[in-house]
């Protein structure tokens, strides 16, 4: 197997209580690709998953979220759950994260409910996303554009709906970090 993705740095910021799968699944798929994926959190030193409506699995933190510096990480994802987007969206640190990360053009993988933070700092406008069906009145209302499909990529965005549409989100989130690996690796070399 290829490490397309080898020296690349994921940050999957959470809070607490997320949806498991979107969680284990990206990492998985992306320390599959070559990635050093990191959990940062609000919270510490472990996290907890929810497989639905059932407590899941806890989960090490790798960075504490005052610690991470948008500029470490090559590319973002937010996963969803109820409960986590919810108290992620209200953290400051975590709407900025979010900000350094698209203005720098960095990939965003966000699914389920985790386009709440960026809705909460202003980010979703003119942009065209899925997630959750119930997200999609906040999405527009913001400004963005809603659509119920399977995976969505708009310019570095990549956004899914569920736990069902994991193995698109994950394909389109690496191919992604890919493509921004090799603009970053031609900047250098024009450096």
């Not at 991470?68 to 990480?73: I, K």
């Not at 965005?157 to 970053?184: Q, V």
Request: charged share 25%; aromatic share 6%; net charge neutral.
């Amino acid at each position: 197997m290829t490490k397309q993705l080898k020296d690349m740095k994921v940050a999957i910021v959470v809070d607490d209580l997320f949806e498991q799968a979107e969680l284990a699944e990206p990492k998985r798929a992306l320390e599959d690709a070559g990635a050093k994926a990191l959990i940062v959190s609000t919270k510490g030193p472990q996290v907890h998953g929810m497989q639905h409506e059932k407590m899941g699995d806890a989960f090490d933190v790798d960075v504490p979220l005052a610690k991470a510096h948008p500029e470490a990480y090559d590319a973002l994802v937010l996963p969803g759950g109820t409960f986590n987007a919810d108290a992620l969206r209200m953290v400051p640190l975590a709407r900025q994260f979010a900000r350094a990360m698209h203005t720098a053009g960095k990939p965003i993988g966000v699914i389920c409910h985790g386009p709440w933070l960026l809705v909460s700092e202003g980010l979703v406008k003119g942009r065209t996303l899925t997630s959750w069906p119930s997200v999609q009145d906040d999405i527009r209302n913001a400004g963005g554009t809603w659509v119920d499909r399977e995976v969505v990529v708009d310019g570095h965005w990549i956004s899914s709906r569920k736990p069902d549409d994991l193995p698109a989100f994950n394909r389109e989130l690496i191919a992604a970090i890919a493509r921004h690996g090799a603009r970053r690796g031609k900047a250098a070399e024009h450096a």
